[in-house]
């Protein structure tokens, strides 16, 4: 099933959910940074979180996730829009070992310290950045720390990686899925407190159970109260928005001085895309018009 995202409302007790599924955005990142199992399943697990997070951006505006360690990953982030549109990149895609499940299953990859940040665009150029130090080295539980802690709003965040088989082979992202549950303000807390509890069991074994039919029947799988109702449900793509054009915008505001330095060294300028490793190069012909453009737009 394609990558999705599904938000509903349980009306009775004012609680919101919202549902990603994102298997393929996962494994597509994973292709492209051709990255070693750690990266790759913690790529996924942020990837997840990023597309849940856009979903509570107002319209037109983005997300930064942002995640620094002193382990050897040494961190990864994720960008994200209200659309499902996301890209994002580890910093070191080559981590291949986890610890045994339970406390320090991450901490190989992580390490024993690091901070989550989160970047939101309030729109009209403002900006809101917050973060709180890792905790639990576990990216959901980090998550609801920092939901408690910054924007003090209860959350429960889950997060799971299943392995699978895929076109008959085994896949270690087989179902990548995610879910966030909040009360609004006025919300139930006791049944916040109860859902909570429960998703926390059975989340894992209905996803497992339930993904393969897609994201809105997996949410009414995960909460099959009679009054949840669907709001909105949309894909999720792993699109990058980098391109040439935007290269040599970033030439020009390097000065003239550079430019020619740039030519007279090298000869031409590359340039490579942290989020999907396109590599770009800008040949000394290209060079020779921008300065030629900037001396133009100068006399």
């Known amino acids: 099933m394609a990558d999705e995202l599904v938000s509903g409302l349980l009306k009775e007790t004012d609680?919101?959910?919202?549902?990603?599924?994102?298997?393929?955005?996962?494994?597509?990142?994973?292709?492209?940074h051709r990255s070693a199992p750690a990266s790759a399943l913690l790529m996924a697990e942020a990837l997840t979180a990023g597309a849940l997070m856009g979903s509570l951006q107002k319209s037109d505006s983005r997300i930064n996730l942002q995640l620094e360690c002193d382990g050897p990953l040494r961190g990864l982030f994720v960008d994200a829009d209200t659309t499902g549109v996301l890209r994002g990149y580890a910093k070191n895609p080559l981590v291949s070992h986890l610890g045994a499940e339970g406390e320090y299953h991450w901490r190989p990859a992580l390490g024993n310290k690091g901070f989550l940040s989160v970047l939101r665009d309030l729109g009209g150029g403002e900006y809101y950045r917050s973060a709180v130090e890792l905790e639990a080295f576990d990216l959901a539980k980090d998550l609801q720390h920092y939901f408690?802690?910054?924007?003090?709003?209860?959350?429960?965040?889950?997060?799971?990686?299943?392995p699978g088989v895929v076109?008959?082979?085994?896949?270690?992202?087989?179902?990548?899925?995610?879910?966030?549950?909040?009360?609004?303000?006025?919300?139930?807390?006791?049944?916040?407190?109860?859902?909570?509890?429960?998703?926390?069991?059975?989340?894992?074994?209905?996803?497992?159970?339930?993904?393969?039919?897609?994201?809105?029947?997996?949410?009414?799988?995960?909460?099959?109260?009679?009054?949840?109702?669907?709001?909105?449900?949309?894909?999720?793509?792993?699109?990058?928005?980098?391109?040439?054009?935007?290269?040599?915008?970033?030439l020009v505001t390097m000065g003239r001085a550079e430019l020619e330095d740039i030519l007279a060294n090298e000869g031409e300028a590359k340039a490579d895309c942290h989020f999907c490793t396109t590599h770009y190069v800008v040949t000394g012909e290209e060079i020779r018009e921008i300065l030629a453009a900037m001396t133009q737009a100068t006399s």
């Open 167 to 250: 076109d008959g082979a085994p896949e270690p992202l087989g179902t990548v899925a995610g879910m966030f549950l909040q009360p609004l303000p006025d919300g139930d807390q006791e049944a916040f407190q109860a859902l909570g509890d429960r998703l926390a069991r059975d989340f894992e074994p209905v996803v497992k159970a339930h993904a393969a039919q897609g994201a809105a029947a997996l949410l009414k799988a995960l909460v099959p109260q009679p009054d949840l109702e669907v709001m909105s449900r949309y894909p999720l793509s792993f699109t990058c928005s980098c391109s040439k054009e935007r290269v040599k915008r970033a």
């Open 15 to 32: 609680l919101r959910v919202v549902l990603v599924t994102a298997s393929e955005l996962a494994r597509r990142a994973r292709e492209l």
């Open 148 to 162: 408690t802690t910054s924007d003090q709003l209860p959350t429960r965040v889950y997060l799971t990686v299943l």
